[in-house]
């Protein structure tokens, strides 16, 4: 599964993020690193703003793409949340083989909705985070499409994720006579019933002009 038009939207929505957060300068990881403290109703705005995403899907058995539309009812708690999701197939073709060659069954456009919990995880070594979804309840809007709908849903059912972050943007700030760059590394991600907690170090070095 391509994941970069997720993590464009995802990290984008991070930094606006950023943006109405609280900081404070005290972090239960690193000395160094400041605590951002984004509101989970804030989270909830982001991530609706980022909707509908879009990504192909790689399957040996289904082809096409796939839509998340609606993330509706979020929950936040240790680590976890739970949604339930909507997501449209588009173009969707069920590969099969028969006598050795490969057939593509048309099976068109189909929506289906289910209720997800996920964990998450952050790796701050490779800037990842790693989200694990298992699908609880399964439900689809045309009854003769539900096992492809099931197929498809299975692509993200109880599978570890990975979102890579990309890096936060730079301060620039002009001094006078240097120009201050002030570069910033997620150190650590805690989600909570209430908020999210980032943990981020930052680097500054100056040139002079």
Do not use: W, Y
């Amino acid at each position: 599964m391509n994941n970069k038009h997720f993590v464009f939207s995802f990290t984008t929505a991070l930094f606006l993020l950023l943006l109405s957060a609280t900081i404070s300068m005290a972090s239960p990881h690193d000395e160094q690193a400041i605590t951002i403290t984004l509101s989970n109703n804030v989270v909830k705005e982001a991530i609706a703003k980022t909707l509908p995403l879009q990504f192909p899907i790689n399957s040996g058995t289904i082809a096409g793409s796939v839509s998340i539309d609606k993330i509706e009812g979020l929950q936040f708690r240790k680590n976890a949340l739970s949604a339930h999701v909507t997501l449209t197939g588009h173009d969707i073709q069920i590969v099969t083989s028969i006598a050795g060659r490969d057939i593509r069954l048309k099976a068109g456009t189909l929506t289906t909705g289910f209720q997800c919990d996920a964990n998450l995880r952050f790796d701050a070594s490779t800037q990842t985070l790693f989200i694990k979804p298992v699908i609880t309840r399964l439900s689809s809007t045309d009854q003769n499409v539900t096992d492809v709908a099931s197929a498809i849903t299975l692509l993200f059912n109880n599978r570890e994720l990975p979102l890579p972050m990309e890096k936060l943007h730079p301060i620039v700030a002009d001094t006078g006579n240097k120009l201050l760059t002030v570069s910033m590394k997620i150190a650590s991600l805690e989600l909570g019933p209430k908020n999210v907690l980032l943990g981020i170090i930052p680097t500054i070095k100056t040139v002079r002009k």
